[in-house]
């Protein structure tokens, strides 16, 4: 089951590289676990234990808060770029080696 888990796992990772933000991404490594858990019983009727339950949820509920969070950010850096006109709502600081050559 782990092995499976992890050839599939790191397959959606290469694939959704592509498609999502680097910190989606990192954070979803996290459901591994939880997943083989679940294979793990489908395909061994192992049970699945008390505190495996709690650990995965307490996963998923994480990753939901931070999905959230994302999205949160996402529409307050919009609306503060549309109040100031189009320009950026965050600026980038030049680096040292920028600010030494002055």
Wanted: charged share 15%.
């Amino acid at each position: 089951a782990v092995v499976l888990t992890g050839a599939v796992n790191f397959t959606a990772l290469a694939w959704a590289n592509r498609h999502v933000p680097a910190s989606t991404l990192a954070a979803s490594v996290t459901l591994q676990p939880v997943f083989t858990a679940v294979l793990r019983f489908a395909i061994y009727r192992l049970p699945i234990v008390l505190g495996q339950a709690l650990g995965g949820c307490l996963i998923v509920a994480g990753l939901a808060v931070a999905s959230l969070e994302d999205r949160h950010l996402n529409e307050v850096s919009a609306a503060l770029e549309s109040a100031y006109c189009g320009a950026p709502a965050f600026t980038q600081l030049p680096d040292d080696d920028a600010r030494d050559g002055e």
